[in-house]
């Protein structure tokens, strides 16, 4: 079942009548197979002004606006076991990348006298705050404060729409650039450097590199990080959203830099030529995205 | 947990410092030698002093990851300091709040050890409320009275539901058993209700209406419940 909660305390009651439990297969959208229930408190047109409830707008999404009896809540449990097969339309809503794109729309179509303007401007900036922190500040403060003025600055919408996919890539990498910018994982790709250096000048031996106890246990976050970058790309190419090429080069580059960084890890006794070039090419990599980052980040501040 | 308060004047944003003092709370005089932050969870900031005083408090305590919580006589003053600092702090825990709330919202987060309450969420107040309200009546549907079900651990380290009913002698719901549910989040009914009918302006419907016979009627002025709170709730800034 596809179920959805516009707020846990849902999900919670409706234990309470045993028709629910976390046995319960939940499936995930993009990918889920059957029908998407959404129970909640509010109207449909006020979830409709929050960017991750875009789905509810589509034919093939069900709402169940409580309170409901207990058989018409069965009634919804069994709908949602009904297999489905998600449109195309289904799959890009089911993405952050997606579900910004569609409130923009909404919000540019709507009109000075809306009522719903100010509300849906909030929530887009609320949306925004979370997926991708820092990055649209300024054009949603902007766009609230046009609407406080009976205005709807639809300039910085429009280069949102044209950023949104390089901003949504530049975030899904953080967890990597991380490794060159926050000091905690940065420095044991220096300190690996600097043992490196000092076994090549012949300062440190291999038995100097037990004794003191170089260990590349770090390694297994670099890698868990790596995933969820590479996942968090797939996500977002799998909803149909063209990525720059440079980011599957990005992941090849690094991924290679993991692998022969594993070597070294299973056997610190082994040449340190190897593990000197993959340091070099990870740096390299992260600095190549750093930079196209910062790039993007000046192009959108400076709203070309 | 401790919270720092940032205000030349807490008495005008009726912040009650005596009372809050002994469960936690540290008034700072803008101005003077600010206090080591690392002792606190929280720094709460009036932002025009902030300004006046030229002490970048609200910067420093986010760069030590605490959480900081921004007010002004004005609203749009302190969303707008708010703003400004999410640009330069992305990942910083920051949040804007009305000034009649303060009280409540710092004295709920010392007594439940929880900076998260700094911030009240009306939203997910009420739908905890409702939802929590609306068990009750499922449960009603079930049995031949309105009650809470519960798990409670039997001897045998076995878990079973328990329902308590809610049902006064002249067989309608009530009140005060009403109040004493606890929430999802362990919160009693009443305690929840009295912060949000203690704000002005309140709900024009309260849990009395809920004072009925039979679960098709609950429903019934349960929808009416939820069109009031949500109505209030959606209407703050």
Redesign the interface.
Known sequence: MTLFF?????R??LH???LFNDQLQIDEPPSSTTRPVFFG??SKD?LLQQPQNARLSLPESVYVR?????KT?QDYLDLSLQSFVPTEQYRVLSVPLGQLQSAISRVQELTISDSNRL?SALELRRFA?EHW???Y??IF?ELIRSV?NDQIATHGLKVVMGYATGVAASTALRPLTDWRELRSKADFIGILEDVIAYVEQGVFSDQDLQEIGVTLDWLGQLETDFSASELALREIEGSGFQLETSCNGWLTSISDSIKRLRVLRMDLTSSMRPAQEAITTLKLTLDEMIESRDQLKDSLARRD | MKILLYDQDPDRHKINVEELKPIGLTAHTPGEELPELKYFSAVVIHTTDEKTYRQPVASMAIQRNLQVVLYSGEY?LAT?RE?EL??L???AQLSSVLVPDLQNNIKAALLNNDASELTWNRL?D???I???L??V???W??HPQPGV?QKTDTASGRWR?EIHSLLTQSETLSWRDLGNVR???DRALRDLSSRIYGRSPRPDKDFKVLLVSTHEEY?DK??QL?ESL?AWA?AAP
């Open positions: 516009e707020h846990e305390s849902i919670r009651a309470a009548t045993g408190w509010s006020v409580l309170p409901q009896s207990l809540v509300a705050r922190p820092g990055w500040e300024e403060t406080h | 749009s707008e703003a999410r640009t702090y992305p990942r997910s009420v739908q905890e409702l939802s929590t609306w068990a009546g499922l449960v549907e079930n079900s539901s929430t999802p989040k429903y349960l929808s939820r949500l959606q």
